[in-house]
């Protein structure tokens, strides 16, 4: 899962960050191509070829015909679709195809015109990105031959989409599938690269993935593949992918997108040219969109803890400082939702003045006033322990300084406080009248380890409920920026940032071993945003010699997700427990769904719960 991109002031250009010559937008890469030949009169199918890339990249071609079946005016990929209305016989070979202008084109929908230009392939993204390629006529000049014209229609639906995902990429080419031939009924990506450019139409389809702030959210054309408990389409593993999921943007006015949520549907049809960004791959550009029907999607709430259960949460609140305006929001979800837990493990808790670049590392001011804001609506007033980043070390937002933070009821809990720890010092494990103790608490884990280089390190601390001593770690793993996409030219594509989870797994594994070494049915809790997946190897690594468990796996499947990205719900944030704790079979797990779900969420993370009996 890739990073999310900055939000931009002007979501159109957002939207239209499609490929661009080079000269325009330096992350957009033209893919090499032979040298020029003379004109050539060609057809769409031609052009596109039964591979991804086309057989007449880099050259002039001419009288190119078709039906303009969708315009686009705005932003820095300006243009218009065009479709053949005599299509070949070769289900390979796509029959639509986007005509890069530059300037807003004056040609209208239904206009049949013919086109002269160059064939280009352009990598949104840019090369280093992995992405696809995706075919362009350049530089065109263009002939209206008649206006008000039929435009052809391909319908997408369950049963065109095939089950598979994607062929192995070819290993002579680094793994890339972009010389392969198309195979559209044998895999989904084959399929949907068939239809790039072509006009396409869905029926009523499930809202996947909510509204995002850049007016686009994902669907499903297949109902019932791998749906969660309410409505999305849960990522339960790399080598069963949700095929049936795509991208809707709209050709039409940004002010009167839908704002759906996850179990909406778009009703009716919903019709457009299929094109390729770097945002998510293919998708829907949509000319006509289906009405909006609402699911009636509510914010979830967990129950109390009971008298003698101890409530331990994990909650990313998003890179939360003290400029924001949603405190008042987070609060009502710590009280409300969350029921006050005993304990809670915040990440993105940004320093005193947020973004702003000036050597502060202090977050007292942005805690309190979370703190001030939990008591107003209700809840009790959490004491807090962290410890201050080395500043600029710790990756996320330049400036901000994001670190974990521990908040707990001194009416239920007790933190045991021990001198010592800072940015820099690692905080060990000794015996204390026979039981295991921290050498500082709050401490953090190893923190000149390579694996927490540019990365929140884990925050251990100790605390006490009933007499009984919980060893709580708070983690905040290194995101998947710089992974490649679900639609890449390379198959299976490079996971290249699990690389640093892994080895900041295999860290926080071996310091929970040397607490079980010293008290070998010690409780031990490790939570937080682990960016990773509870089947990926992270965990695995986590959970290495038994020595934790990642709790979120004793629910049912279709309730194990806790973030939703290009219409995948899947697991991020983790509570992971060790075996004294789940041997007592006593805890019960609850991911809280109050924002990944909501087009107007607060943070892009659900909360967790584990309420247990030490």
């Not at 045991?416 to 608490?441: E, F, N």
């Not at 990773?532 to 997700?561: M, N, V």
Request: proline share 6%.
């Amino acid at each position: 899962m890739p990073s999310k991109p900055a939000q931009s002031v002007y979501s159109r250009s957002r939207l239209a960050a499609l490929a661009v010559t080079t000269a325009c937008c330096a992350t957009y890469a033209v893919v090499a191509t032979g040298p020029a030949h003379a004109a050539a009169t060609a057809a769409v199918h031609d052009i596109q070829g039964t591979t991804r890339t086309s057989p007449l990249a880099g050259q002039q071609v001419t009288g190119v015909a078709g039906v303009v079946t969708g315009v686009r005016t705005y932003g820095s990929s300006r243009g218009f679709w065009l479709q053949d209305t005599t299509p070949d016989d070769d289900p390979a070979t796509s029959e639509g195809v986007f005509v890069f202008t530059g300037s807003a084109p004056t040609v209208k929908v239904g206009d049949a015109v013919t086109v002269s230009g160059t064939v280009t392939e352009y990598v949104p993204g840019g090369a280093s990105s992995g992405n696809q390629s995706l075919t362009e006529i350049t530089k065109p000049t263009v002939a209206v031959v008649s206006s008000g014209n039929p435009v052809p229609v391909t319908k997408v639906d369950a049963t065109s989409v095939p089950a598979a995902y994607a062929p192995a990429g070819d290993p002579a080419a680094n793994g890339s599938v972009n010389a392969l031939p198309l195979r559209p009924a044998a895999y989904a990506l084959d399929y949907y690269e068939s239809l790039e450019g072509q006009n396409i139409r869905i029926g009523s389809s499930r809202v996947v993935t909510a509204t995002d702030p850049y007016a686009e959210l994902w669907v499903t054309v297949k109902p019932g593949e791998h749906p969660t408990a309410r409505g999305g389409a849960r990522y339960g593993s790399y080598a069963s992918q949700n095929t049936g999921r795509l991208q809707i943007q709209s050709l039409g006015a940004v002010a009167d997108f839908p704002a759906a949520n996850v179990g909406d549907v778009l009703t009716g049809a919903t019709e457009g040219p299929l094109d390729y960004n770097q945002f998510g791959g293919y998708t829907l550009v949509a000319r006509e969109l289906g009405a909006l029907k609402q699911s009636g999607l509510a914010r979830e709430t967990t129950r109390a803890q009971k008298s003698g259960e101890l409530a331990v949460a994990t909650y990313n609140v998003e890179n939360l400082d003290p400029t924001d305006a949603t405190f008042e929001e987070h609060a009502a979800a710590i009280v409300r939702n969350l029921k006050s837990p005993d304990i809670v493990s915040l990440e993105e808790i940004q320093d005193n003045n947020g973004a702003k670049n000036d050597g502060t590392v202090a977050a007292d001011v942005t805690v309190t006033k979370l703190i001030d804001a939990v008591v107003a609506a209700g809840g009790p007033r959490y004491d807090w322990r962290s410890i201050d980043p080395v500043d600029g070390s710790d990756g996320g937002e330049p400036g901000g300084n994001i670190r974990q933070v521990f908040l707990f009821n001194p009416e239920r809990v007790s933190f045991t406080d021990r001198a010592g720890g800072d940015a820099t010092t690692p905080v060990g494990v000794t015996r204390s009248h026979g039981k295991a103790a921290l050498t500082a608490s709050p401490g953090r884990i190893d923190p000149a380890n390579e694996a927490w280089k540019n990365s929140r390190k884990p925050l251990a601390g100790e605390f006490t409920f009933r007499g009984r001593t919980v060893f709580v770690i708070a983690n905040h793993f290194a995101s998947k920026g710089g992974d490649q996409g679900l639609t890449s030219q390379y198959q299976p594509p490079a996971r290249s940032s699990e690389t640093q989870r892994h080895a900041q797994a295999t860290a926080v594994n071996a310091f929970v071993k040397s607490v079980l070494k010293v008290e070998r049915n010690a409780d031990v809790i490790a939570l937080g945003d682990i960016n990773d997946f509870e089947f990926s190897g992270t965990a695995q690594r986590l959970e290495e010699g038994g020595a934790l468990w990642s709790a979120i796996k004793s629910l049912p499947r279709a309730e194990r997700y806790t973030y939703d990205y290009q219409g995948n719900s899947q697991v991020l944030d983790q509570i992971l427990i060790s075996p004294s704790i789940r041997k007592k079979a006593a805890f019960r797990y609850d991911s809280v769904h109050i924002n990944s779900e909501f087009h107007d969420q607060i943070s892009d993370h659900d909360p967790q719960v584990l309420r247990l009996r030490p």
